[in-house]
């Protein structure tokens, strides 16, 4: 399978348990409120807590399904599901799903990273000014190029 289909398929696994929650909780907002840590109940007006859980839930799966900065997007993804998690361990067996989406956004954030690598050989290559910054990347697309000219021969 192409890596990027396997990117659409982990973005679509990540941005539509969000997009549930975030519905749902306008549905029956009262289902959703014992997922909130008690210290944010006690100083956040419920409707105001519950709104800008759906929000931030319908606004992050957008970012996801976007595909712009994938890396920090499932990294961000996996951090905020993952204080859900952390917050919640009294009701384990509600949650246990949430592992799932948490291991497909750090499967997402993986697969995206060499991609972001790859940005500092490119800019290296075709940016002079950045060669003396970065010495070692230098010798290394120089030797690249040098096999690329000696196989066109």
């Given amino acids: ?4 289909t396997v ?5 679509m696994a990540l941005a539509l348990p969000l997009i549930y929650v975030a519905i749902a909780s306008f549905a029956h907002p009262f289902d959703w409120l014992t997922f909130f840590p008690s210290f944010l109940k006690n100083h956040v007006d419920e409707k105001v807590l519950i709104g800008f859980s759906s929000f931030f839930d319908l606004l992050l799966a957008a ?10 997007s499932s990294i961000f ?7 859900i998690f ?4 009294g009701s384990f067996s509600l949650i246990y799903g949430d592992l799932s989406i948490i291991f497909a956004a750090t499967a997402l954030a993986a697969l995206s990273y060499p991609r972001s690598l790859n940005v500092r050989k490119y800019l290296i290559t075709y940016q002079p000014h ?5 010495p070692h990347h230098t010798e290394q697309t120089s030797q ?6 000696l196989s066109k021969k």
């Fill in 63 to 72: 970012w996801v399904l976007s595909g712009t900065y994938i890396f920090i």
């Fill in 1 to 4: 399978m192409r890596k990027t």
């Fill in 130 to 134: 950045l060669r003396r910054r970065y």
């Fill in 77 to 83: 993804t996996a951090v905020f599901i993952g204080l």
């Fill in 144 to 149: 690249i190029n040098e096999a690329k000219d």
């Fill in 7 to 11: 990117s659409v398929l982990l973005r």
């Fill in 86 to 89: 952390i917050t919640n361990l």
